[in-house]
């Protein structure tokens, strides 16, 4: 459910978050840019996750996860 709870949701539904509290406070982020450097946080950390995975000769996208991943897009959809 992280797709469809995730921060941006909070933050579509009126909820501030902490860390964009701490953020704001001390060097002054928006909540957009807030959002923004989340997303390209997030999506670093899963590029080299799936970089570890190859230099260690593991796949990455293996069935179950694929299941997996398509049971939880069903999900944010309905």
């Known amino acids: 459910m992280t797709r469809k709870w995730n921060n941006e949701f909070y933050v579509r539904i009126g909820l501030i978050p ?6 704001h406070k001390i060097y002054g982020f928006t909540l957009e840019s807030y ?4 997303n390209q946080t997030q999506q670093a950390k899963q590029k080299r996750t799936i970089a570890r995975a ?24 309905d």
Do not use: H
């Not at 902490?18 to 953020?23: D, E, K, L, Q």
């Not at 959002?35 to 989340?38: A, F």
């Not at 996860?65 to 999900?75: G, I, P, Y």
């Open 54 to 77: 190859k230099e260690t000769g593991q796949e990455y996208f293996t069935p179950d996860r694929l299941r997996k991943m398509n049971a939880s897009q069903r999900l944010v959809t």
């Open 18 to 23: 902490a860390y964009w509290y701490f953020y």
């Open 35 to 38: 959002i923004q450097r989340m």
